[in-house]
Each structure stands twice: as C-alpha cells, then as structure tokens.
C-alpha cells in the first residue's frame, strides 16, 4: 500500500501569509494527487487534482505542485474562509487509494 | 448543478445490514462513476467503493466481502450496503462523484453501529 504523509499536521498562520503543506508518498505516484479542504462537519472539497490542475470554482489563490513522491499545495494571501483542514490523496490505481491524515490550518 | 445527498438510518445494531442511499440532482447517475467514503477520527477518509455508468461495481478490497452498492436509475439515486456491521463501521458516509478523486461530494450522515 502506498502511504501519503502530510506536513506539518498543524500550521498556524495569518490572514494575508502565504503557506505551503507538503503531501509525500512512499512511493513514486506520478501525478495522480488531488488536494481536499474540509471544515468541520462538512464534506470535503475538491481543490485540485492531477497534483496542479485546479478545480473549477476554486479561488486561484490555491495551487498545487510536486509530481513522483513529493507533492505541494500552496495558499497565498490567506482569506478568513481559508482556514480548515486540508488532505491529499494518491490514485494511482482503482480500489488502492489513500490518504493524508490531514493539515489544520488554523488562525494565528 | 450537481448536487448529492445521502440518506438512511443514523443507527444500526451491531452484526445488522447498514444501508444507505445517494441521491443525486443536477445529473443522471448514468453519466458518471460514483463512490461511497466514510470517515472516522481514528482511520481517517476510506474510499469503500464505486459504481459504473454501467452497472459494474469495484470495492476496498478489505470491504469487499461485505459491501455492494447498487443504482436505481428511475429515482437517480445508488445506494450502499454493508452487511455484518460492527463498531468499527462507526463513521460519516459520504457519497460523491467519481473521477478516482471525488467532487462534489453530499454532506454526509453519521452512522452510528450499537451493540
């Protein structure tokens, strides 16, 4: 089974900073990484799959990057709606999926 | 726009059958593929498995000997069920559309298994 690891499990930071959370996997997954937000008690949301293509409606302040085992999403300009936990997930092949444990971007 | 939304009893008696249903608006269940995730605070998010335009269906493989889900293309809804339910079923289900990543997905319902 393929293991994806975030960094750091918390982050704090402010509105208007910048952040970046790292995703790896253990190994090589090519490109076929997608990034979650989820607040509580709601139901993921797609931001971006394919490591860099950003989903539809998804503010262009969220951007993705990494390919093989090492994987990026970035935020700049932090907004207040921002805040939330955020996951990868690896899909490399049908029924062998993962994920993350999870990013919480909190408010400094 | 696409819209889901899960449905079913939010307790099931431990060894019981747990079953819950999709609703989707905004599309035909016959134009895409569809999963079921759960999420628990221990495990995590759990990919359970998905259903084709088609029909044919593919599971976790650790779920596999207990899970199928099923479509109703007159209601536009697919559905779950998971026999032999034991606590560590305990979790949100969530369905969603699948591209082998998920989006948009309902909002959840919390399933609780009791002995």
């Known amino acids: 089974d393929i293991q994806m690891t975030q960094s750091p499990s918390t982050l704090s930071a402010s509105v208007g900073d910048s952040v970046t959370i790292t995703c790896r996997a253990s190994q090589s997954i090519s490109t076929w990484l997608a990034w979650y937000q989820q607040k509580p008690g709601k139901a993921p949301k797609l931001l971006i799959y394919?490591?860099?293509d950003l989903e539809s409606g998804v503010p262009s302040r969220f951007s993705g990057s990494g390919s093989e085992t090492e994987f990026r999403l970035n935020i700049s300009s932090l907004q207040p709606d921002d805040f939330a936990t955020y996951f990868c997930?690896?899909?490399?092949?049908?029924?062998?999926?993962?994920f993350g444990q999870g990013t919480k971007l909190e408010i400094k | 726009q696409l819209q889901l939304q899960e449905s079913g009893p939010g307790l099931v008696k431990s060894s019981e059958t747990l079953s819950l249903t999709c609703t989707v608006s905004?599309?035909?269940?016959?134009?895409?593929?569809w999963s079921w995730i759960r999420q628990t605070p221990g495990k995590g998010l759990e990919w359970i498995g998905r259903?084709?335009?088609?029909?044919?269906?593919n599971y976790h493989p650790s779920l596999k000997s207990r899970v199928t889900i099923s479509v109703d293309r007159s209601k536009n809804q697919f559905s779950l069920r998971l026999t032999t339910a034991t606590a560590a079923d305990t979790a949100v289900y969530y369905c969603?559309?699948?591209?082998?990543?998920?989006?948009?997905w309902g909002q959840g319902v919390l399933v609780t298994v009791s002995s």
């Open positions: 259903i084709y335009p088609s029909g044919n269906t």
């Open positions: 969603a559309r699948d591209y082998d990543f998920w989006g948009p």
């Open positions: 394919r490591a860099s």
């Open positions: 905004g599309a035909s269940v016959s134009d895409y593929y």
């Open positions: 997930q690896q899909y490399t092949s049908h029924s062998q999926y993962s």
